[in-house]
Each structure stands twice: as structure tokens, then as C-alpha cells.
């Protein structure tokens, strides 16, 4: 059986460990799940009865919900589901352990949209809705016990398009858009047709990319061994995150101001807000809360650095200083997919797509 993999696994085991916990203790309030228990509840949970609808807004929401369920027990991994079942079971009982604190009145799930009082732009994954009226939005990760997981998700080309940054560094988009043709895709055998110019285009907030330069990438990857290490194809991957890693450091480094509000609207940060945010990391069958420096650090900087590890393809840092401190983040540009000709939208397939990641503060 042909599992999913990259960003289609991703999207689908996060509703594992943000959506079932929220079915199940609307539900079931105070009562602890296993794996099997919770497996088996999720399996027959009724999402047209009160308890199943307490976790969504509205209708959309809901279906798709309802795919995400059924999607969740064929297409994912054994392995990779019994990992993310058990970190839904930690992230129950930590939700669990705040209703003996103080009584929640529902979970909800916030997928599309946030609940009423919530800013649109707030990063909780869930909101724990309590009987007080007060509400608290969480943003889970689940990963190993000294991993990192990132608390910035996105990509370089919808960093370029932020307005802060278009301000400070208003030819970012386009100079990186002219690196990437002359050192990558003007490289791999496309015809004459294909040009710096329209090679891909960006129309709004999409990339859209030239169907004759996607067959002349199919047809490098193929001449170049396919999935071999170290060919000709991976190479130009390599030189397309260096150049990628090095344009943003550009603009990271040009204007403090912009950079610190791009920190500060991103990097979903434990920042005191009318609905507080807490980080809360699963790891096997146990949640915590995690602690966050940056929050405070951040005011007082007056100094940037971001420049590139240079033992890595895809990792980079930025130093943010005050006048005694440094504090040093640690960042990540990579492909969220592998390259395959039936779906060739990983690696140099990414165009000005990469995954854009911030992992936490280096210790």
C-alpha cells in the first residue's frame, strides 16, 4: 500500500493530535483514553450529534473533519499512526488535567476559523473553552523527546510578500526570482521558450508555474538518476536552498524593524494577548507545557544577524542582540516533498516554495 508522505502526511496527522483530543473530551469530559480506546471512539464518533459538533464552527469545518477521520486509518503509516495516536492520548489527558483545574466547557478545533473573541490571525490549533468564559488557545507539536519542532510553518515566497518586508526590501521577490534562473533553472534543459520571466509567475498570493518548465524538470531528474544521492538533479537542490537561505538572510538583515515584526507576528510567540497562547509539546504518551525566551528578549533587541550554517544544506541562524545579549535562532529552508515525475512538486519543483521553518532557540 502506497502511504502518504510530506505535506499531505503532515496535514493529516495534525488532526490527529488537535481534532480527536477535542472530540473525545466533548464527549467524554474527565475520562483518560489509551490508544485503543481512543481509536476505537474515533472510529465511531458521530459528528452530527451534539458532542461530535461542539468541536467545529460551522459546516465546512466539519466535513472536513469527517475526511480527515476517515483518511487518517488508510493512508498513514502503522508506525506513524500509532506515534501520532499516542501523542493525541498525552494531549487528551493535558487537556483533561486543565478541566480538574478549572472546568472547560468544550474544546473547539480551530482548523479554518477561531472562535468568537479570538483575532483571526491567533496560532492555537485548539481552544480550550471554559465554563468561566475565559479561553485559552494551544498550539501542539508532537515529536521526540530533545527534537525541535518548528513554531514558524511556511514558505520564502509568502515571507518575501509580508508588508513589512516589502517595504524594507521591496525587489526581495524578484531578485530571488533572477538567482534562482541563473544558478538553478536555467540549467536544466528547458527550451528557449522558457524564460527568466515567465519560468513562474506570481499572481496574487499563488506561484504559478510554467507546465513547459515542470516537464523539463521531469525529464533532468529522469537523465539525472532519479532519486540517486548526490546526482545532478539534488545538486541543483542544494544550490536552490543556499540561494534561497541567502536572499532571506538579505532581507533579515537589512531593516531590524521589519525583521523584529516579522518575529513577532510569525513565530507564534507566548505573548501576554487577550486569548494567551501556550506551546504544548506531546512526546509519546506525555504533554507539557513549553517555556519561551524570545517573548521578552525581543523588545529589547536592536541588532540582527542571520547568515548561513555552512556544514548544512537547509539550516541557518539569526543572531538578535540588545547590548549586553544575544540570543540565536535557529532556522530552517528545505523541501517538504521528495520528487516523483507522477507529482513533481518537491525539491527544484518548489520554485520559490520551500519550507520556511523556525525551530526554537538554540541552547
Not at 44 to 55: D, E
Not at 119 to 140: N, T
Not at 164 to 188: H, I
Not at 289 to 317: I, R
Request: include cysteine; glycine fraction near 6%; hydrophobic fraction near 35%.
Amino acid at each position: 500500500m502506497a502511504y502518504l508522505s510530506g505535506s499531505e502526511q503532515t496535514t493529516i496527522t495534525a488532526s490527529i493530535t488537535e481534532l480527536f483530543p477535542a472530540l473525545w473530551f466533548n464527549s467524554k469530559k474527565a475520562v483518560r483514553p489509551n490508544v485503543k480506546t481512543m481509536t476505537d471512539f474515533i472510529l465511531k464518533v458521530n459528528l452530527n450529534t451534539t458532542p461530535g459538533k461542539k468541536a467545529f464552527l460551522d459546516r465546512q469545518d466539519t466535513e472536513q473533519g469527517r475526511t480527515y477521520i476517515r483518511q487518517t486509518f488508510s493512508v498513514i503509516n502503522p508506525k506513524m499512526l500509532q506515534e501520532k495516536m499516542e501523542n493525541a492520548v498525552a494531549v487528551t489527558n493535558y487537556i483533561i488535567d486543565s478541566h480538574l483545574q478549572s472546568k472547560i466547557k468544550q474544546v473547539i478545533w480551530g482548523y479554518r476559523k477561531k472562535p468568537v473573541g479570538v483575532p483571526k490571525d491567533h496560532a492555537g490549533d485548539i481552544f480550550l473553552m471554559f465554563q468561566s468564559g475565559d479561553i485559552i488557545g494551544v498550539s501542539l507539536k508532537a515529536g521526540g523527546e530533545k527534537t525541535q519542532e518548528p513554531k514558524l510553518n511556511t514558505y520564502v515566497g509568502t515571507t518575501l510578500r509580508q508588508e513589512y518586508f516589502k517595504q524594507s526590501s521591496p525587489n526581495a521577490e524578484r531578485n530571488l526570482k533572477k538567482r534562482l534562473w541563473k544558478e538553478v533553472y536555467s540549467k536544466v534543459g528547458a527550451p528557449k521558450s522558457v524564460t527568466e520571466e515567465n519560468y513562474y509567475v506570481v499572481s496574487g498570493k499563488q506561484t504559478k508555474t510554467n507546465k513547459v518548465m515542470v516537464e523539463s524538470l521531469v525529464k533532468f531528474w529522469t537523465k539525472s538518476g532519479g532519486d540517486k544521492p548526490n546526482n545532478a538533479f539534488d545538486k541543483k537542490y542544494q544550490t536552490m536552498a543556499k540561494v534561497c537561505r541567502e536572499e532571506l538572510c538579505k532581507v533579515v538583515n537589512k531593516d531590524v524593524k521589519a525583521t523584529k515584526e516579522w518575529i513577532l507576528k510569525e513565530f507564534r510567540l507566548q505573548t501576554p494577548q487577550k486569548v494567551p497562547l501556550i506551546l504544548v509539546k506531546a512526546v509519546g504518551l506525555k504533554a507539557s507545557e513549553q517555556g519561551d525566551p524570545l517573548p521578552n528578549f525581543l523588545p529589547k533587541v536592536t541588532k540582527v544577524k542571520a547568515y548561513l550554517n555552512p556544514t548544512s544544506v537547509q539550516e541557518w541562524f539569526i543572531d538578535i542582540m540588545s547590548s549586553n545579549r544575544k540570543m540565536t535562532l535557529l532556522m530552517t529552508i528545505r523541501s517538504d516533498a521528495g520528487f516523483r515525475p507522477d507529482k513533481p512538486k518537491g525539491k527544484i519543483g518548489k520554485f520559490n516554495m520551500l519550507k520556511l521553518l523556525y525551530r526554537g532557540v538554540k541552547k
